[in-house]
């Protein structure tokens, strides 16, 4: 009878509760008795996981099986269980190789608090059953290939539920009344084409991450009624218009709406007060939003063609530090009046910035060009730095040929990073004064140059990368023994001649002098 009962449930997938009560306990041998006392009885959790794992193993096999099903050991023991007192509270098995269907029987573990089945090969309908495991509270599913569940189940206490890369196309109408203590919500790179209205009934949401679905413009109304809500994340859900309603998300934080159709945003976004990340690239934007919010710290509005001017004085007096925009032309007055310590412009067109902020840590531009460096860059007659934080300066893809302006000095004495491309030589031996660099590299050069001798007094150095610049010749000089700290060294395309004179020890990639090979035709 046992044996037919267990042929039905693999056969169907779950495990009836008053036909487990009724098993017999299993028989052990005596000897094992003696050794471990846990085997005197098979419990029902025991069972229960047995079964989770003869269904979980369609491949024939775990990449990790330690302890399972062996008659000797407790069920605490297995890979990836563990208990109090004896009872499961936790089931931890994920990158495991697991394959096949998920069996009910686990909701008969009642102490279980964390079940965590993420990165496998498990497929099918996910049994709702599990959910109502009473202390149940974050349940991980991601990377697999589930395409269902059902709710069958008055409520859960789950708090957070991941079911991110999966092949879901929708979800259970009544999901929102059945999570009703549900903080986080992970439901990216599936097939969704909507979501359910009873999602506005999750009143505790904290986290909805919405990425890489193809839901229909808009999202649902109920979505902007989440007064908890902190962090809401859409990448790529083929969004093209956000609602007024917006600001009704009066504690959100964080909101990244990159990579959809949007081509503006509603005013009453400056509402939203507790607003500090704002992520609004790859979108259709025609206009610079007004985001006059009082902690907004990060706006990110890179990769809008569209986007034609970007007001910096719209930004001044805020507590703003990372902007990462794209445009054809920046209004820099007052730019450096903001608190900005992170700045990543993307362009096609040749941009001026008299003066950097004195906080700013990172600036990067790519594809475009400076019309005119800034002058806290240069020669400066102040007794402190005009830029003591800068550390990252990067000018990358250029459109057009980069000089180095006469008196470039660099003004920052903590510099740690220097890149630079599309440049007019000669290099300057200024860069030598950069004595807290610890990466330069310089691609694309123009220009008769030596490598400066000064390059010696770079002791930080641990990568030096000059590639493509044909007109840099001569012998390296014998001062780069001093770069001590070096372990990366680059000549590609140089004219530079000779050998090094001197052996460096610590170097983990040395490239120097090669020049590309000329595909045969």
């Known amino acids: 009878y046992q044996r037919r009962v267990r042929e039905k449930d693999m056969r169907f997938g779950h495990v009836l509760l008053p036909l487990l009560l009724l098993l017999p306990t299993l028989s052990v041998p005596q000897s094992c008795v003696q050794e471990d006392s846990a085997c005197s009885v098979i419990s029902l959790e025991r069972e229960a996981l047995a079964h989770f794992y003869k269904l979980s193993s369609q491949n024939g096999w775990w990449l990790n099986s330690d302890g399972w099903l062996e008659p000797c050991r407790s069920h605490c023991t297995w890979y990836g269980v563990s208990c109090i007192n004896a009872r499961v509270t936790s089931l931890k098995l994920n990158k495991n190789g697991l394959s096949g269907i998920v069996s009910s029987a686990l909701s008969l573990l009642e102490n279980l608090e964390v079940l965590d089945l993420s990165e496998n090969s498990l497929e099918g309908a996910f049994p709702g059953k599990i959910f109502q495991s009473p202390n149940l509270r974050s349940v991980e599913l991601s990377v697999n290939e589930f395409t269902s569940f059902d709710l069958e189940f008055e409520f859960s206490s789950v708090k957070v539920l991941d079911l991110s890369i999966n092949s879901f196309h929708s979800l259970p109408s009544n999901m929102g009344d059945k999570f009703p203590s549900l903080e986080s919500l992970f439901l990216n ?32 109304s109920e979505i902007w009624e989440l007064s908890e809500l902190e962090h809401l ?84 007096n805020q507590s703003l530090s990372v902007l990462w925009v794209s445009a054809s032309e920046l209004i820099p007055h007052s730019f450096n009046d903001t608190q900005l310590t992170d700045v990543v412009v993307m362009c096609n067109s040749n941009l001026s910035f008299p003066e950097l902020p004195s906080t ?53 004495p903590n510099l740690q990073t220097l890149q630079i491309s599309n440049f007019m030589g000669p290099i300057p031996s200024e860069l030598g004064n950069l004595l807290g660099l610890e990466s330069l590299i310089l691609e694309k ?39 001590v700290s070096l372990k990366t060294l680059t000549s590609e395309e140089t004219n530079l001649r000779g050998k090094l004179a001197v052996n460096f020890h610590q170097l983990t990639s040395c490239i120097f002098g090669k020049k590309k090979k000329k595909k045969k035709k």
């Open 189 to 220: 790179h599936n097939f969704l084409e909507g979501l359910p209205t009873s999602i506005g009934k999750m009143r505790k949401l904290k986290s909805l991450v919405l990425d890489f679905n193809t839901f229909r413009s808009e999202l649902p």
């Open 233 to 316: 994340s859409a990448w790529l859900c083929s969004l093209t218009w956000i609602p007024s309603t917006i600001s009704h998300l009066s504690s959100l934080k964080v909101l990244d709406l990159t990579a959809n159709y949007l081509s503006s945003l509603p005013s009453e976004v400056q509402g939203i007060q507790s607003l500090q990340e704002l992520s609004l690239s790859y979108n259709a934007l025609e206009d610079f939003p007004k985001v006059n919010c009082p902690q907004l710290q990060v706006l990110d509005l890179y990769g809008n063609a569209k986007l034609q001017v970007i007001d910096i004085e719209l930004l001044v």
């Open 360 to 412: 700013i840590r990172r600036f990067q531009m790519v594809k475009g060009s400076f019309s005119e460096w800034p002058s806290s860059l240069k020669t400066s007659s102040q007794s402190r730095p005009a830029n003591p934080e800068l550390h990252i300066f990067e000018l990358l893809q250029q459109i057009s040929t980069v000089s180095f302006p006469e008196g470039l000095i660099f003004n920052a």
């Open 445 to 483: 050069g123009y220009g008769v140059s030596t490598l400066p001798t000064e390059f010696g007094h770079l002791t930080s150095l641990k990568v030096l990368k000059i590639t493509n610049y044909l007109e840099l010749n001569g012998p390296p000089p014998i001062e780069l023994a001093n770069l």
